[in-house]
């Protein structure tokens, strides 16, 4: 019996393909950001309050993952982008393969920013790179404040926690500051905004942060050709 | 991890008794959900039988200060040497192969 050393990720076939992904994100200075969260927590309507607020003619495109129906991409159709549901079929994320072929029918060099909404759900999508920059982790203040403890592969890779739904925060013993601790421990790096989509509080935080990190890795396209 | 362990099966002309995967503490995978699929997946193929082997890697990080590396218990990432807060993650995201036991045909 002879021992063979192989070492290769298991998920090799997706990392290959997200890496594929990055290179023509970064070749065609588009900036892609994945957001994750459990079912409910508000991913769809945070995308709806992003997409009436840019300008019409930006170049903004949106894909968004679900088991069944496409109610999200009816949604969001609605504010003028283009705007792809990609239906899972029992899967509970997304991959690059499937990032890859809902991509294949859009001209790659006419988006700037892709938001990418993830399949609700804290656990699987985060094993899956899709070729982003960014992550964004959704957190409503009605799903309790533990979360970042009790799913931290998920939150450990989050570069901004939008906490949601803030104006229910009378209504629920939810408290902040333990959410932000809590959000520190498993990932000291990750930027934390407060976001109510009901009230609009908070928007113009989210909006910066998107703008700033689109921005700045356009700057680097324009500067390196 | 099947296909991958066919294609180095007919690399390597060679039977595949065992496949050995290490499992990161924060993958997202869980070892008996993994086992369980890996048996039932097995069974229809002629890679059967075919023993999998997990080691758990624990969710390491290391200071970007003093390099020191250490072990993260309940989601205590500070540096236990200088007490430093800006650490990074040393291990603990793996899904990996890392052998095959293979018997010569």
């Given at each position: 019996?002879?021992r063979v050393p192989l070492e290769r990720k298991?998920?090799?076939?997706?990392?290959?393909?997200?890496?594929?992904?990055?290179?023509?994100?970064?070749?065609?200075?588009?900036?892609?950001?994945?957001?994750?969260?459990?079912?409910?927590?508000?991913?769809?309507?945070?995308?709806?309050?992003?997409?009436?607020?840019?300008?019409?003619?930006?170049?903004?495109?949106?894909?968004?993952?679900?088991?069944?129906?496409?109610?999200?991409?009816?949604?969001?159709?609605?504010?003028?982008?283009?705007?792809?549901?990609?239906?899972?079929?029992?899967?509970?994320?997304?991959?690059?393969?499937?990032?890859?072929?809902?991509?294949?029918?859009?001209?790659?060099?006419?988006?700037?920013?892709l938001l990418i909404e993830n399949v609700g759900?804290?656990?699987?999508?985060?094993?899956?790179?899709?070729?982003?920059?960014?992550?964004?982790?959704?957190?409503?203040?009605?799903?309790?404040?533990?979360?970042?403890?009790?799913?931290?592969?998920?939150?450990?890779?989050?570069?901004?926690?939008?906490?949601?739904?803030?104006?229910?925060l009378p209504y629920v013993p939810f408290r902040?500051?333990?959410?932000?601790?809590?959000?520190?421990?498993?990932?000291?790096?990750?930027?934390?905004?407060?976001?109510?989509?009901?009230?609009?509080?908070?928007?113009?935080?989210?909006?910066?942060?998107?703008?700033?990190?689109?921005?700045?890795?356009?700057?680097?396209?324009?500067?390196?050709? | 991890?099947?296909?991958?362990?066919?294609?180095?099966?007919?690399?390597?002309?060679?039977?595949?008794?065992?496949?050995?995967?290490?499992?990161?503490?924060?993958?997202?995978?869980?070892?008996?959900?993994?086992?369980?699929?890996?048996?039932?997946?097995?069974?229809?193929?002629?890679?059967?039988?075919?023993?999998?082997?997990?080691?758990?890697?624990?969710?390491?990080?290391?200071?970007?200060?003093?390099?020191?590396?250490?072990?993260?218990?309940?989601?205590?990432?500070?540096?236990?040497?200088?007490?430093?807060?800006?650490?990074?993650?040393?291990?603990?995201?793996?899904?990996?192969?890392?052998?095959?036991?293979?018997?010569?045909?």
């Amino acid at each position: 019996m002879t021992r063979v050393p192989l070492e290769r990720k298991v998920l090799s076939e997706n990392d290959r393909l997200a890496a594929e992904l990055r290179q023509g994100f970064l070749r065609h200075g588009t900036w892609c950001v994945n957001l994750i969260s459990s079912p409910g927590s508000g991913k769809t309507m945070l995308l709806e309050r992003t997409l009436a607020s840019f300008e019409p003619g930006r170049r903004v495109a949106v894909l968004t993952g679900d088991i069944q129906t496409d109610n999200d991409a009816q949604r969001l159709a609605r504010y003028g982008f283009p705007v792809r549901q990609i239906t899972t079929g029992g899967a509970c994320h997304l991959d690059a393969r499937m990032v890859t072929n809902a991509l294949a029918e859009w001209r790659p060099d006419a988006i700037d920013l892709l938001l990418i909404e993830n399949v609700g759900n804290l656990v699987c999508p985060s094993s899956y790179d899709l070729g982003e920059e960014a992550r964004v982790v959704v957190l409503s203040v009605t799903e309790g404040e533990d979360k970042p403890l009790k799913y931290p592969a998920t939150f450990h890779r989050a570069d901004l926690v939008v906490l949601n739904k803030v104006d229910l925060l009378p209504y629920v013993p939810f408290r902040m500051d333990l959410a932000r601790e809590y959000i520190r421990r498993v990932q000291p790096d990750a930027e934390i905004v407060e976001v109510s989509c009901t009230t609009g509080a908070g928007l113009d935080a989210w909006r910066q942060w998107i703008e700033a990190k689109a921005g700045s890795s356009r700057k680097s396209v324009n500067s390196g050709f | 991890m099947l296909e991958s362990v066919q294609a180095e099966s007919a690399r390597h002309n060679a039977h595949v008794l065992a496949v050995g995967v290490k499992i990161g503490e924060l993958s997202g995978v869980e070892s008996e959900s993994l086992r369980f699929c890996f048996d039932a997946l097995v069974q229809d193929t002629d890679l059967a039988p075919l023993a999998l082997e997990i080691e758990r890697l624990p969710w390491r990080n290391r200071c970007r200060q003093c390099a020191q590396e250490f072990a993260v218990e309940e989601y205590r990432t500070e540096c236990p040497r200088c007490g430093s807060a800006e650490t990074e993650m040393a291990s603990g995201r793996e899904l990996e192969f890392a052998y095959m036991e293979i018997e010569e045909t």
